[in-house]
């Protein structure tokens, strides 16, 4: 198994300002992901982080928005910048150590509210 | 392409059984079940790669038809610890390797 630490838990903040999130991992890890859950929806995939290169976004989501840093295999970190209350949601790291055909850790989330 | 689940909700009565399914469009190559309980991280349930098989976890066994493009997760005699929102997640053949999962089945039993 995998044991990430997600943090903050959770954060109240203010318009316009950022938030990083830190996603720190008990060992080694090829591929980390980054999701937003809305409450009581699915897991949206943001983007993926892959050490050594620029993360990947999906659609509707920007690097401008949202940068990530892969500094190593165990850390990662999202930052939601300029926030509106559209932003407040879960954010949600998850890991998977093999191929993508392997079990999926998340770690505990992020709560975000932005008021 | 998000898979689709069905149905979107289900109650039961512990002990009674439920079948939750997954679809896609496209070729899946695999299908991960995940759980989550409210206020928590998903947990891993299993996966299933293509060639048909069907896999099982204590009572909690699912199926996937490689043809029809779809998985369906089976709970025999639901303990009060099936509760959660189940979330189907797949890998598509000659896509990217990251999940993409279903809006959700949520899951109640009652006692």
């Known amino acids: 198994s995998a044991v990430i630490s997600q943090k903050p838990s959770r954060d109240i903040c203010q318009r316009g300002t950022s938030l990083t999130i830190q996603c720190q991992v008990d060992?080694?890890?090829?591929?980390m992901f980054w999701y937003r859950q809305q409450p009581g929806q699915s897991l949206t995939l943001i983007a993926t982080?892959?050490?050594?290169?620029?993360?990947?976004?999906e659609s509707g989501f920007v690097i401008d928005k949202f940068p990530i840093s892969r500094p190593n295999l165990t850390f990662s970190t999202l930052t939601v910048s300029n926030m509106s209350p559209e932003d407040s949601s879960i954010y949600l790291c998850?890991?998977?150590?093999?191929?993508?055909?392997?079990?999926?850790?998340f770690g505990q989330g992020t709560r975000l509210t932005v008021v | 392409q998000q898979p689709v689940q069905s149905p979107q909700a289900v109650i039961l009565r512990e002990g009674e059984d439920a079948v939750i399914n997954c679809s896609s469009s496209k070729a899946l190559y695999s299908v991960h079940w995940y759980r989550q309980k409210h206020g928590e991280a998903p947990v891993f349930l299993m996966i299933?790669?293509?060639?048909?098989e069907q896999k099982g976890h204590e009572k909690i066994s699912a199926s996937f038809n490689e043809k029809k493009q779809q998985s369906s997760l089976y709970l025999t005699a639901s303990q009060l610890s099936y509760s959660g929102t189940y979330f189907c997640?797949?890998?598509?053949?000659?896509?990217?390797?990251?999940?993409?999962f279903g809006k959700g089945t949520k899951l109640t039993v009652n006692p």
């Open positions: 997640g797949t890998l598509t053949q000659g896509g990217s390797e990251k999940l993409v």
């Open positions: 982080a892959n050490q050594g290169s620029e993360a990947t976004y």
């Open positions: 998850s890991v998977v150590r093999g191929n993508a055909n392997t079990e999926a850790f």
């Open positions: 060992s080694q890890v090829t591929m």
């Open positions: 299933l790669l293509k060639g048909g």
